[in-house]
């Protein structure tokens, strides 16, 4: 599952987080290098559309697995640039993704 996990509106900064069996595929198929960065250590990386490649934004990645997470389960969190049009662009991108879907209200905190 995927949510925007900083609110809506005008923001400079976004996070956009990410639970599950699939949290690890989706970094990898969305940054380059294409490889899980050390857990729990910010990296910067160009976050690119999985299907098209192109580059949608830059920004931190950061690698959670589980059990050590929020969740208990594989976890992935991206910093990005928090105008609309980066947001609704990545949110889109990890839609497209197999085994992804967005998060339910409440769903991160009940896993």
Known sequence: ???LSSGQGKCGVG?????GEAASSAITQ???PATLPSPRQAVLRPILHPKTEEVLDRGLVLWFPGPGSFTGED???LQVHGGSAVLTALLQALG????LRPALPGEFTRR
Do not use: K, N, Y
């Open 1 to 3: 599952v995927f949510a």
């Open 30 to 32: 969305m940054t380059r």
């Open 75 to 77: 976890c992935v969190e």
């Open 15 to 19: 996070v956009i987080r990410i639970s």
């Open 96 to 99: 497209e993704l197999p085994h």
